[in-house]
């Protein structure tokens, strides 16, 4: 097996990535414009999507860290609107879809159609949450987002296999899709839900951090191939049991979360870079299979369906936000009420992504060789028109759109009254836990202790300061600054006493370490 076009693949990818950061544009936008670039070098090694890598190799680890960084408590409170994307939005995204494309392309299979509709319903909200991070959308609208992008792959794929089933003839009825989603959402979901509890009991009683982070990086596919194995939804299963270990993470040893937080950010970005990436590089790939349609007619269909899927969206998002509050009183009392702007962008942020894509090469050769190759082109500009004009115009809607800017003041004061209550209550155990005999600490030490707590204390606080007039810096940030030059200084140090000999490699290390985790907590600080 020749390694070199996987290592020019994680390492290109990783440079156009981290070069991104530099720039206005988006990540995963540059990504997609640097491999329709590259795809059309001579010499290029060729980068075929297989789906029998994406769905069960890259899916389930993007999924992973996607879901445990989102915030349970703020799913659950946007359910609604979430289910109302994920479930509503992808089975009508579908019908419309795929009817559009059977009216448009002359010759189209009705059941070809449906499976372009399915194929196509499903945004991938990568970037569209990458770039509302980056422009300061509200949380809410991220939320929605979110919990859209970790939800509608299971209804899509579902969907997906009951049109694919009428396209090679067979025998797909409406009572047997119905039948296969109920399977698939409800088989996913609970077995994430019988998963989740030992998974998390493995987590929290494994004493070396290197086992517990060897299992963080096998959950998700054991979720997801437990889930499949069964017939039963793989992305909710995984979804189900990143979310529950996420929210219940506090609990798992320090050193391990540290140490996952650092393998989790390196994994998600190796394979978000590398997935945008292939999806610019299938472009000789697919006009290779294009067959019969060709020229203008073929990239007027594509114009056409783009526009259609766009507007289809449109025509989705704004009803559903604004109807159910209209007609129900409990919705009204119960959630917030929604903006026409957070609508605007929520439409315009239906960006497709890799999964679209996958399942498209996934089509089987009993489908018509035709169709097939038409609905694979057509998936492939769907997902490169709405990355490129959705994506290039979301950051810059958004700032025509002026949200609301966060008041910062007021979650700098919520922060500190949350560390005055902890600290209060450490102060507390401190006090009780000296009374016995058995902790008794010399006085300069009970109070070092005392001192480090009135720090955490303190630092938010400070943040509301003035700042110093030569520097510009709060006196928690000089604090901050100082402590890590201090530090650097002590590292300086230790590397010249082993270059001399006074202290080995292990020793050296053992120091280090307990700098490095020192230097964490001041950089966490900073946060």
Avoid: C
């Amino acid at each position: 097996m020749d390694v070199m076009p996987l290592l020019l693949l994680v390492a290109g990818s990783a440079a156009v990535a981290a070069a991104a950061r530099r720039t206005p544009a988006p990540a995963p936008l540059l990504l997609v414009a640097v491999g329709l670039v590259v795809s059309g070098i001579p010499g290029v090694p060729s980068y075929t999507l297989d789906p029998h890598i994406v769905l069960p190799l890259l899916l389930p680890p993007l999924l992973y860290t996607s879901a445990s960084d989102s915030s349970y408590l703020s799913l659950r409170a946007q359910l609604r609107p979430v289910a109302l994307l994920s479930v509503g939005y992808v089975l009508f995204a579908t019908l419309v879809v795929g009817w559009a494309a059977y009216l448009i392309v002359p010759g189209l299979p009705l059941p070809a159609a449906l499976v372009l509709g399915a194929v196509v319903a499903p945004p991938d909200a990568v970037a569209a949450t990458a770039v509302a991070r980056r422009a300061g959308l509200p949380s809410r609208v991220t939320t929605i987002l979110q919990g859209e992008s970790l939800l509608n792959d299971a209804t899509a794929i579902t969907a997906y296999k009951v049109a694919l089933g009428a396209a090679v003839g067979a025998g797909a009825t409406w009572a047997g899709g119905i039948r296969e989603f109920l399977l698939a959402s409800v088989g996913g979901v609970g077995i994430g839900l019988v998963l989740m509890a030992p998974l998390h009991w493995l987590r929290t009683h494994l004493t070396e951090p290197l086992l517990q982070n060897t299992l963080s990086l096998l959950i998700p596919f054991v979720a997801y191939g437990v889930a499949e194995q069964a017939h039963a939804s793989g992305v909710l299963a995984v979804v189900v049991v990143a979310l529950y270990l996420g929210h219940r993470a506090w609990e798992v040893d320090f050193a391990t979360r540290l140490q996952e937080e650092a393998v989790w950010k390196m994994v998600a970005f190796v394979l978000e870079s590398a997935v945008f990436a292939l999806i610019g590089l299938q472009l000789p790939i697919v006009l290779k299979r294009l067959g019969e349609y060709e020229g203008a007619s073929a990239a007027g269909y594509a114009i056409a369906v783009f526009l259609v899927v766009v507007v289809t969206r449109f025509v989705w998002v704004y009803p559903a936000a604004f109807l159910p509050r209209m007609l129900s009183a409990r919705i009204r009392e119960r959630e917030e009420n929604p903006t026409w702007r957070g609508a605007m962008v929520t439409s315009w942020a239906g960006m497709r992504g890799v999964v679209s894509l996958a399942i498209a090469f996934a089509i089987p050769p009993t489908m018509a060789e035709g169709p097939r190759s038409l609905v694979l082109f057509l998936t492939f500009t769907t997902v490169i028109g709405t990355l490129v004009v959705q994506g290039v115009t979301l950051p810059s809607l958004i700032r025509l759109l002026r949200f609301p800017a966060r008041d910062r003041q007021a979650e700098t004061l919520a922060e500190a009254n949350a560390q005055a209550q902890a600290s209060r209550a450490a102060d507390s155990r401190l006090d009780e836990l000296l009374t016995d005999d058995r902790n008794a600490l010399p006085p300069p030490l009970a109070d070092r202790l005392r001192t480090v707590l009135e720090r955490r204390r303190n630092a938010v606080w400070e943040r509301l300061g003035q700042v110093n007039p030569v520097t510009g810096e709060s006196v928690d940030d000089t604090y901050r600054r100082l402590s890590r030059e201090m530090i650097s200084a002590e590292r300086e140090v230790f590397v010249k006493l082993r270059d001399h000999r006074h202290i080995d490699d292990e020793m050296l290390r053992a120091l280090l370490r307990r700098l490095d985790l020192e230097e964490a907590a001041a950089y966490r600080e900073a946060g």
